[in-house]
Every structure is written in structure tokens, then in C-alpha cells.
């Protein structure tokens, strides 16, 4: 995936098209497969973050903050 960002500092998908033949295409899980782990979760990551902000409106967070107090 390319990204670019812009001059107000947001990240935009760039656009990019490939010509293939019909039987020579790749399947998804061929090209992540390929790629590197850390590539893998990075992407995982991004998703996962573009979720919560669809679904929830912002990042998701502590709901509460605990203080472990030895006794």
C-alpha cells in the first residue's frame, strides 16, 4: 500500500492500477502471505484503527485507570 500525506498532514491511499491477465492474477492471501510479519501487523494495525474510528469515533482508550497499591 502506498500513502502519502497531504499538506494538512492527513495519509491518503495513492491510487494505483495494474494490468494483468485473468489467469495470472494472484489471490490476497498469496501476496500477504509474502510479505514480511511486521508488514503483516502493521497493515493488521491500520485496519484496526480505521475500525474504531468508524465505528466508534475516536481511538479507544482506558475506560478506567487502576492504581495497584501494594499492602
Aim: charged share 30%; proline share 3%; aromatic share 12%.
Amino acid at each position: 500500500m502506498g500513502y502519502t500525506l497531504t499538506m494538512q498532514g492527513k495519509r491518503e491511499i495513492q491510487k494505483v492500477v495494474t494490468k494483468v491477465k485473468r489467469n495470472s492474477r494472484k489471490t490476497d492471501s498469496a501476496y500477504w502471505r509474502q510479505q514480511p510479519y511486521i508488514t503483516r501487523l502493521a497493515a493488521l494495525e491500520e485496519i484496526r484503527q480505521e475500525y474504531h474510528r468508524w465505528r466508534y469515533g475516536a481511538e479507544p482508550g482506558f475506560q478506567r485507570v487502576y492504581k495497584i497499591v501494594k499492602r
